[in-house]
């Protein structure tokens, strides 16, 4: 026999295995496994190992690789080394399942100009939608049809001053001026805020679709991005702050309707905006850098450089829980603020575990950077591969994926983690604007200006669903919290639902 040759597996012998958490912890010492063993008896020990009460379910990866057969029939497909310990990953899966939408339930219009955002509320209830027609909008999703349109109020039964030609008025709250280009809710659910491209932020009451006082202005250019503080830290919800073209990002609070800090520092226009769990302040810009901010004072914390164009978007790897504060998908209900605070909290604290929180960002030099800025101004692991510019980046749910929307009409999947190359998803025949995922982090969904949606498997990586019935280009998509519905919207002017 050859004394070279590799000891492959045979039906008798016991794998060496070492289980490992994905932020790459070892999970006891490393175990001898028979070769019959596979996912679900791996689930069995890993549930025993970890003391859990209540089962829950894990995927296993063996490199990126997702193992879905017994170890010996793995052993014998790669042609393995036994003598080699196989590293295991255990990635824990969400305990409910999201079934993919295939189909649009309903064809809205209603706004007369392009529709550029949609968003649901954070307990998937309600939508809001954006539009170059200066509108605001909200949807009833029971109906399926327009819930409040909303613009400016004048109660004045004669064109008044501010509308046309003077005369005494008792009312007058102007609305937007030029186009609604971002829309972000509170985490509790109790407001809207909208900016414009003429830099006003407008809030909104969604219980009546009434503008909340008048506009907050500060902003000499359009804004960018609107981002609230987590509602683990503060609820009721009365703080966001809003970023712009302006090159600056202001703080606000709600209650005292003013801007209470500056962020000031960038030199170029500010593009997106994230208020992180931790209580920091994340700002990308076209000056190609990342400033991170705290929010008592303003004060810089520090500056993280790498990227050789214009920041375009960020993402934490926490936003999900940011984004829906105590909703889960039970639909749970909370009678205080009290209430509502802890179970945010406790939200956030079981999704971030140990590990810090990690930011990613993407540019128009055509890369990503995973940052985890608590920790250093270093990088964790910067992503190559796209041809054109970044638009979109976006962590799953779970924080163990990370998917980014390219111009090259691809979108691509990283391992949220490591931030190493995991897929490419290709189908778009155009740019690719934005992606949203599914609350139970195995669907991706994608819009594009090719006028489709497509949703991706994250398991099997192929396209799971083609949702063609837009007219034009699709500029915005959001997948509700609960999972119940994707709203779409876009250049043809129509919103879109789908549904299962």
């Not at 003598?83 to 899966?93: A, G, K, S």
Request: one cysteine or more; hydrophobic letters at 35%.
């Amino acid at each position: 026999m050859d004394s070279q040759a590799t000891p492959a597996a045979d039906a008798n012998t016991s794998v060496m295995c070492q289980l490992v958490s994905p932020e790459g912890d070892h999970l006891g010492a490393a175990l001898y496994l028979p070769q019959n063993v596979g996912p679900p008896q791996l689930q069995e020990i890993v549930n025993h190992l970890l003391h859990n009460e209540d089962k829950l379910p894990y995927a296993f990866y063996i490199g990126d690789e997702e193992l879905s057969v017994q170890l010996g029939a793995y052993m014998q497909q790669k042609n393995a080394n036994v003598e080699v310990t196989l590293r295991i990953i255990y990635q824990p899966q969400a305990l409910f399942r999201i079934r993919p939408v295939n189909r649009c339930s309903a064809t809205i219009a209603g706004h007369t100009e392009a529709v550029l955002a949609v968003s649901f509320s954070p307990d998937g209830k309600c939508l809001a939608s954006g539009s170059g027609d200066t509108s605001v909008r909200f949807w009833d999703l029971n109906t399926q049809t327009p819930l409040f349109t909303c613009k400016g109020e004048c109660s004045a039964s004669y064109p008044c001053s501010l509308c046309v030609f003077p005369m005494f008025v008792t009312l007058h709250i102007p609305g937007h001026k030029n186009w609604v280009l971002c829309i972000a809710w509170s985490p509790d659910g109790k407001h809207l805020v909208s900016g414009s491209k003429s830099g006003e932020l407008i809030l909104w009451d969604p219980k009546t679709g009434k503008q909340l006082g008048s506009p907050l202005m500060g902003h000499r250019k359009w804004i960018t991005a609107v981002s609230w503080e987590p509602a683990h830290l503060q609820v009721p919800c009365r703080r966001f702050v809003s970023a712009s073209k302006d090159g600056d990002a202001r703080i606000w609070d709600i209650t005292t309707r003013k801007c209470v800090i500056s962020l000031t520092g960038h030199t170029n226009s500010v593009t997106c905006v994230k208020w992180g769990g931790d209580g920091l302040i994340y700002t990308g810009s076209e000056d190609c850098l990342i400033k991170v901010w705290e929010t008592t004072q303003g004060k810089l914390v520090k500056t993280l450089q790498g990227h050789g164009h214009w920041v375009n978007s960020l993402a934490l790897s926490t936003e999900y829980v940011l984004r829906t504060g105590a909703y889960d998908h039970t639909g749970k209900t909370y009678s205080t603020a009290e209430e509502m605070k802890e179970a945010a909290l406790a939200r956030y604290k079981k999704m971030r575990g140990n590990a810090p929180e990690r930011l990613v960002s993407g540019s128009d030099d055509f890369t990503m950077f995973l940052w985890e800025p608590t920790i250093s101004k270093q990088p964790k692991a910067r992503m190559t591969g796209h041809q054109k510019l970044v638009n979109h980046v976006y962590f799953s749910p779970d924080g163990q994926w990370l998917a980014s929307a390219s111009f090259d009409k691809s979108v691509k999947l990283w391992n949220g983690i490591t931030g190493k190359f995991v897929a490419a998803f290709r189908g778009h025949v155009a740019d690719v604007y934005q992606i949203s995922w599914s609350a139970d982090s195995r669907l991706l969904l994608s819009g594009s200006k090719d006028s489709t949606l497509k949703v991706w498997d994250i398991r099997t990586h192929k396209l799971k669903q083609d949702l063609p019935g837009h007219a034009d280009e699709v500029y915005a998509v959001d997948w509700s919290p609960d999972g119940e519905k994707v709203a779409s919207g876009g250049k043809d002017r129509v919103l879109k639902l789908w549904m299962n």
